[in-house]
């Protein structure tokens, strides 16, 4: 019933009455910082003309709806020294962990989605998407496996005039590592842990397709409806994104440095290992 | 060498457009996902024997043996197969080492050519721990809950009830830090409980002794 607030000496990030993530405050700025999970449903073709094919694995191509998951997000809250974490969630199968690190100036988001429900016979794609006020001007980011980023412009091709049919998958594009928008004063970054496929579909917003489950071929030759299960249930699928937020600035150490350096850490992370040490005393081990 | 060559040979094999796209059929996906994961686990060896030729032999002698080769490529280093387990399920938050062990350690290999540092989460099954680093120095640690999504999965079948949480920290370049972790005990009346099913109170006896217990707990607390 009242606004819930983690943060540490480097950002807060507050979620408003209805449990979305609203707004970050950094250096006493607030900004909008909303995220929120939605899906597509996946059109059904008739498979015999190419533009005319189902969603399924190769083709992402939404039906045209876009349906929201809910209107209220139940919340949990864990404070300590260490980590603050805000457990979210929205339905019965999706939930999400946002946490900041007492020692760190990003907001780590841990989503879990499935079992996608099928039952009404829709196949669904699940999309994390994030707003803010930026004036981004129809442009953003997408890293080309992890190296450079390379421009992308919403409707629009750099070598001929495009007129897209498909306005949501026309302006997906794969995303390996970072996918990023920024105005004069703003920036948001969102870094993902495996290859996902990303847009930002208005200004300001970057959206990240997290999971989805098709019920259709998409005649491209699998001959399969991507409909993965696990122990006969559809498959649940959890993962991270980390969201770098600020203003933009020149003066080193850029945003896009922070974000190349925590690039590293997460994707070329520590290995860890564990060890019984049975009844060995801490001494000894020492 | 026959250990690097799975991997080798797997990640050869997952060059293949479909396998880096996820357009392949499901029971090739499986497929795939049965050769990383048996190639990963003949590398496990490898980063083992790495390991443990770089701690000191005492404390190899001292763990308990690990396992988990594939039968065809037994490690041919048996002296060396001490320790160093990988949690190939931290993703579920689930370890069977950590979460069933009131001792264990923890190391990290950086494999960045900088320092580095990473707040590790370990699943364990509640309680309370305490995390030394090598100099005896006690590091901040906090028990966070698993999220109740994640422990109702049906098919994630653990103890950890928690995740400890702490800073790693000043982990060098190319190089490996260890934690000791020890599941605390507060007071000799949680050992009794830890150590023993609880005793059924049926008697004045029983409950003096009770009493004495509690009395020594609290002098011990």
Same mark, same amino acid.
């Given at each position: 019933?009242?606004?819930?607030?983690?943060?540490?000496?480097?950002?807060?990030?507050?979620?408003?009455?209805?449990?979305?993530?609203?707004?970050?405050?950094?250096?006493?700025?607030?900004?909008?910082?909303?995220?929120?999970?939605?899906?597509?449903?996946?059109?059904?073709?008739?498979?015999?003309?190419?533009?005319?094919?189902?969603?399924?694995?190769?083709?992402?191509?939404?039906?045209?709806?876009?349906?929201?998951?809910?209107?209220?997000?139940?919340?949990?809250?864990?404070?300590?020294?260490?980590?603050?974490?805000?457990?979210?969630?929205?339905?019965?199968?999706?939930?999400?962990?946002?946490?900041?690190?007492?020692?760190?100036?990003?907001?780590?988001?841990?989503?879990?989605?499935?079992?996608?429900?099928?039952?009404?016979?829709?196949?669904?794609?699940?999309?994390?998407?994030?707003?803010?006020?930026?004036?981004?001007?129809?442009?953003?980011?997408?890293?080309?496996?992890?190296?450079?980023?390379?421009?992308?412009?919403?409707?629009?091709?750099?070598?001929?005039?495009?007129?897209?049919?498909?306005?949501?998958?026309?302006?997906?594009?794969?995303?390996?590592?970072?996918?990023?928008?920024?105005?004069?004063?703003?920036?948001?970054?969102?870094?993902?842990?495996?290859?996902?496929?990303?847009?930002?579909?208005?200004?300001?917003?970057?959206?990240?397709?997290?999971?989805?489950?098709?019920?259709?071929?998409?005649?491209?030759?699998?001959?399969?409806?991507?409909?993965?299960?696990?122990?006969?249930?559809?498959?649940?699928?959890?993962?991270?994104?980390?969201?770098?937020?600020?203003?933009?600035?020149?003066?080193?150490?850029?945003?896009?440095?922070?974000?190349?350096?925590?690039?590293?850490?997460?994707?070329?992370?520590?290995?860890?290992?564990?060890?019984?040490?049975?009844?060995?005393?801490?001494?000894?081990?020492? | +060498?026959?250990?690097?060559?799975?991997?080798? +040979?797997?990640?050869?094999?997952?060059?293949?457009?479909?396998?880096?796209?996820?357009?392949?059929?499901?029971?090739?996906?499986?497929?795939?996902?049965?050769?990383?994961?048996?190639?990963?686990?003949?590398?496990?060896?490898?980063?083992?024997?790495?390991?443990?030729?770089?701690?000191?032999?005492?404390?190899?002698?001292?763990?308990?043996?690990?396992?988990?080769?594939?039968?065809?490529?037994?490690?041919?280093?048996?002296?060396?197969?001490?320790?160093?387990?990988?949690?190939?399920?931290?993703?579920?938050?689930?370890? +069977?080492?950590?979460?069933?062990?009131?001792?264990?350690?923890?190391?990290?290999?950086?494999?960045?050519?900088?320092?580095?540092?990473?707040?590790?989460?370990?699943?364990?099954?509640?309680?309370?721990?305490?995390?030394?680093?090598?100099?005896?120095?006690?590091?901040?640690?906090?028990?966070?809950?698993?999220?109740?999504?994640?422990?109702?999965?049906?098919?994630?079948?653990?103890?950890?009830?928690? +995740?400890?949480?702490?800073?790693?920290?000043?982990?060098?370049?190319?190089?490996?830090?260890?934690?000791?972790?020890?599941?605390?005990?507060?007071?000799?009346?949680?050992?009794?409980?830890?150590?023993?099913?609880?005793?059924?109170?049926?008697?004045?006896?029983?409950?003096?002794?009770?009493?004495?217990?509690?009395?020594?707990?609290?002098?011990?607390?």
């Amino acid at each position: 019933s009242e606004e819930v607030t983690i943060g540490n000496k480097y950002l807060n990030v507050s979620f408003d009455t209805s449990g979305f993530l609203s707004s970050i405050t950094i250096d006493g700025v607030t900004n909008r910082l909303r995220q929120t999970f939605v899906y597509y449903e996946g059109a059904l073709g008739n498979n015999e003309e190419f533009q005319n094919r189902s969603s399924g694995a190769y083709i992402f191509r939404p039906n045209g709806t876009e349906k929201t998951v809910t209107e209220n997000v139940q919340l949990k809250v864990v404070k300590g020294p260490t980590v603050q974490e805000v457990h979210q969630v929205f339905n019965e199968w999706i939930s999400q962990v946002v946490r900041v690190y007492a020692d760190e100036s990003h907001i780590e988001f841990e989503w879990m989605v499935g079992p996608i429900p099928v039952g009404d016979g829709v196949g669904k794609e699940i999309v994390s998407r994030f707003y803010t006020a930026a004036q981004s001007g129809g442009v953003f980011w997408t890293d080309a496996n992890g190296r450079e980023m390379i421009k992308r412009v919403r409707n629009h091709r750099d070598t001929w005039n495009v007129d897209l049919m498909e306005k949501i998958s026309g302006n997906y594009y794969p995303v390996t590592a970072k996918i990023a928008l920024e105005d004069e004063n703003l920036r948001l970054a969102v870094l993902n842990d495996r290859a996902q496929g990303g847009s930002s579909l208005e200004d300001g917003a970057l959206e990240l397709m997290v999971h989805r489950r098709l019920l259709h071929d998409d005649a491209f030759g699998v001959e399969e409806a991507l409909n993965e299960k696990a122990f006969g249930k559809g498959l649940v699928a959890r993962g991270k994104h980390w969201v770098v937020f600020g203003a933009k600035k020149p003066t080193s150490p850029t945003p896009e440095a922070r974000e190349r350096f925590l690039q590293n850490r997460m994707l070329l992370p520590n290995w860890l290992f564990f060890s019984d040490v049975g009844e060995v005393r801490y001494e000894d081990w020492q | +060498e026959p250990h690097l060559n799975m991997l080798r +040979e797997a990640m050869g094999v997952m060059q293949h457009h479909d396998a880096i796209t996820g357009t392949e059929k499901q029971h090739v996906a499986n497929d795939y996902a049965r050769m990383l994961n048996r190639a990963m686990r003949a590398c496990g060896a490898n980063t083992k024997v790495a390991l443990n030729q770089i701690v000191d032999p005492k404390y190899k002698r001292s763990l308990r043996s690990g396992g988990g080769l594939p039968a065809e490529h037994p490690t041919p280093y048996p002296e060396y197969t001490f320790g160093f387990e990988s949690c190939h399920l931290l993703n579920v938050s689930k370890c +069977e080492l950590t979460e069933s062990k009131d001792s264990f350690t923890v190391t990290l290999y950086n494999p960045l050519a900088h320092a580095g540092h990473e707040y590790v989460r370990v699943p364990v099954s509640g309680g309370r721990y305490i995390v030394r680093d090598y100099r005896n120095v006690e590091v901040a640690a906090q028990l966070v809950p698993i999220p109740e999504s994640v422990l109702n999965l049906s098919y994630r079948f653990s103890n950890a009830t928690s +995740e400890l949480v702490f800073l790693a920290n000043e982990l060098p370049p190319l190089g490996f830090k260890s934690y000791f972790v020890t599941r605390a005990i507060d007071s000799l009346d949680d050992f009794l409980h830890e150590s023993s099913p609880p005793v059924p109170v049926t008697s004045p006896k029983v409950d003096q002794a009770r009493a004495k217990q509690q009395a020594a707990a609290q002098q011990w607390h």
